[in-house]
Every structure is written in structure tokens, then in C-alpha cells.
């Protein structure tokens, strides 16, 4: 039968603990830093240039060197992997 395909069905048990919880993902939504660097054009397109590519992975390893997608990552993971507390210096 077509049943829709899950996100099971595509990761593996490695993968397992690379997945983001669905509560974090809504998290990435409410995020006003990461709207605003969403306003400019050039990430948008980068981002839609990776969502319609064939080979994702290497394109990805060359956007790393683009700092604003940098930016744009680094931005995504501060919110679904917030820093550890005990790193932050006392004000």
C-alpha cells in the first residue's frame, strides 16, 4: 500500500541521537533572532538552494564557509542545544 512515509522510516539508530524533538522544533518558530535573519534574501536563497538539491551534503559542507548561513546555523542550534549554564561566566 502508499502509506506516507514517516521519519522512522528514513533514520537510522546513529541517527537517533542527532534527531531534535518536536517541542525544540516549535521552539526554532518562536525565535525572533532566527525571523530576522530569515528577512534577508541571500540566506533564503541559499536555503532554498540546498531544500531543492540533489546532493544536500556537499553542498551544505561549502555553505558552512558562507558566514551567513553560518550565522544561520549557529543561530538554529543556540536554540534547539542551548549552552550549557555551567559555562557562562557570573555577571
Not at 5 to 17: G, K, R
Not at 22 to 30: D, N, R, W
Not at 39 to 53: E, G, M, V, Y
Request: charged content about 35%.
Amino acid at each position: 500500500a502508499d502509506s506516507p512515509w514517516s521519519v522512522e522510516d528514513i533514520l537510522t539508530e546513529d541517527d537517533e541521537q542527532d534527531r531534535v524533538p518536536l517541542q525544540k522544533l516549535k521552539l526554532l518558530g518562536e525565535s525572533e533572532e532566527l525571523r530576522g535573519l530569515l528577512l534577508n534574501p541571500h540566506l533564503r536563497q541559499l536555503l532554498l538552494t540546498i531544500d531543492q538539491a540533489e546532493d544536500k551534503s556537499s553542498l551544505m559542507k561549502k555553505y558552512m564557509r558562507e558566514p551567513l548561513f553560518v550565522e544561520f546555523a549557529d543561530c538554529c542550534l543556540r536554540i534547539v542545544e542551548p549552552p550549557e549554564k555551567e559555562n557562562v561566566l557570573p555577571e
